[in-house]
């Protein structure tokens, strides 16, 4: 059973940059860098978002909404994947979510491919 957390949301102003995390743990002796794990964003009436990804092997990917303004990244040894936006736009305002598909030894990902043990969120906010 896997577990994710994500943390980091925050009010901000436009233009502005935020790193969101999402802490990994299990029951199991395998780590973050056997799975695949992913972000998606759900903002206010509208449906969820499929925003970015990180594979077992390091491979990412991202929607074409945030490409060159989010930034996903792993630091194994903290069992955490980050994800950093940058200019922070007032259409970038939802609950972030992070999930996980255990997939070792990929060297990419998809954001479109199904995941699983979402947690519970972290909302973001973006306005002046």
């Known amino acids: 059973q896997v577990q994710l957390v994500e943390s980091g949301g925050d009010s901000v102003q436009p233009g502005g940059s935020l790193t969101l995390s999402c802490a990994f743990s299990t029951s199991s002796r395998h780590t973050v860098q056997f799975y695949t794990i992913a972000w998606s964003r759900q903002a206010p009436e509208k449906e969820r978002e499929a925003i970015s990804c990180i594979s077992s092997g390091g491979g990412t990917d991202y929607a074409d909404s945030v490409k060159g303004r989010f930034t996903i990244s792993r630091d194994t040894a903290e069992s955490t994947v980050y994800l950093r936006i940058d200019n922070l736009k007032p259409e970038d305002t939802a609950v972030y979510y992070c999930?996980?598909?255990?997939?070792?030894?990929?060297?990419?990902?998809?954001?479109?491919?199904?995941?699983?043990?979402w947690g519970q969120g972290t909302l973001v906010t973006v306005s002046s």
């Open positions: 999930g996980a598909v255990w997939n070792p030894g990929s060297p990419v990902c998809s954001i479109l491919r199904p995941y699983y043990d």
